[in-house]
């Protein structure tokens, strides 16, 4: 079950008497996006215009993961960043949908009446024009603005956002799958990061002069394995400079899915923080040398040129 603070509220209960009444952006919203952002900044507008609260809704886990259950991993946030970046939109809360069996059976006009209305007491929704929902994904912005009028809902819809294309979750995760971080970060307005625990590790990178923090990917798309340019967030608002690999470790056996950012002129003990860390440019692909000298005769050049990448474009996470 998940569980529900003051901005974050659990799909299964009722929300808080103060949050009834609420304008509801609907969608996945994973990655949030330009295009998730349009839809989202609707709903903030149209709340405040009415003096309503502004809630974003989410699916967790995705609706891919429970049809499709040996799909890769996909996502492009976690529930936290997405919460933080609701919030920081304008939102007074984030709902969460546990998307399982009884949510997948549900019908669009019930998910409209004893959800939206009866639960949440939703006063409007926000979709996007090709959002869908409920049994079938036959639910559709006609059915909401229909259905949704007979019992007091209002619904609108916000056209695609496009830049010659629609931007799209899907597009981001191509890009990042090309190796193109910069692309991604284009299409989200902000880089991809990786949020996780810093994990105990084999220590292959102090022994080389470049200690690393050690990541697990989790449920994150896997974006093209090399060697990037990073930033570091820490829990205490600083913001690092990097170099990081992720893949495999190609050099060490055995073979280890990892993301292994190395902070520059850095230290200190980071085992057990949460860190976030965001990908701004792809270096090389994953290699595996001839010595560990080779290697660290690369990792120099590595962090030399991801210091001039960084340093030129003034970046911060």
């Given amino acids: 079950m998940i569980t529900a603070s003051a901005t974050r509220l659990d799909g299964n209960q009722p929300v808080p008497e103060a949050l009834r009444g609420a304008i ?66 304008g939102a007074d809360a984030m709902l969460v949908f546990s998307f399982g069996k009884e949510l997948a059976s549900t ?98 990178g102090r022994k080389l002069g470049y200690p690393t923090a050690n990541l697990d990917m989790g449920h994150y798309l896997r974006p093209k394995y090399g060697v990037y340019a990073i930033t570091g967030a820490l829990p205490d608002g600083r913001v690092l400079q990097g170099a990081a690999n992720l893949g495999i470790r190609p050099q060490f056996d055995p073979p280890k899915e990892l993301l292994e950012p190395h902070f520059f002129d850095f230290n200190e003990d980071l085992y057990g923080q949460t860190i976030e860390v965001a990908l701004h440019h792809f270096l090389r692909p994953e290699a595996k040398f001839d010595d560990l000298d080779a290697l660290m005769a690369q990792m120099a050049k590595d962090c030399d040129k991801a210091r001039e990448l960084l340093a030129s474009a003034a970046i911060r996470a």
């Fill in 24 to 89: 509801i952006a609907l969608g996945n919203f994973d990655g949030f996006h330009a295009g998730h952002q349009a839809v989202a900044g609707e709903a903030i507008k149209w709340a405040k215009a009415e003096g309503r609260p502004a809630i974003i809704a989410t699916f967790d886990p995705h609706p891919v993961r429970f049809f499709k259950p040996d799909t890769p991993p996909f996502r492009l946030t976690t529930l936290d960043q997405r919460e933080r970046l609701f919030l920081e939109a």
């Fill in 107 to 204: 019908t669009a006009e019930d998910f409209i009446t004893e959800l939206l209305i009866a639960r949440f007491g939703a006063a409007g929704v926000v979709t996007g024009e090709d959002f869908s929902f409920g049994k079938g994904a036959k639910g559709n912005i006609t059915i909401l603005r229909e259905h949704g009028a007979g019992h007091g809902l209002q619904a609108r819809a916000v056209s695609p956002v496009e830049d010659g294309e629609i931007i799209s979750s899907s597009r981001i995760r191509e890009a990042l799958q090309a190796g193109d971080p910069q692309e991604a970060a284009r299409l989200m307005t902000r880089p991809f990061a990786i949020q996780a625990e810093v994990q105990h590790g084999d220590k292959n």
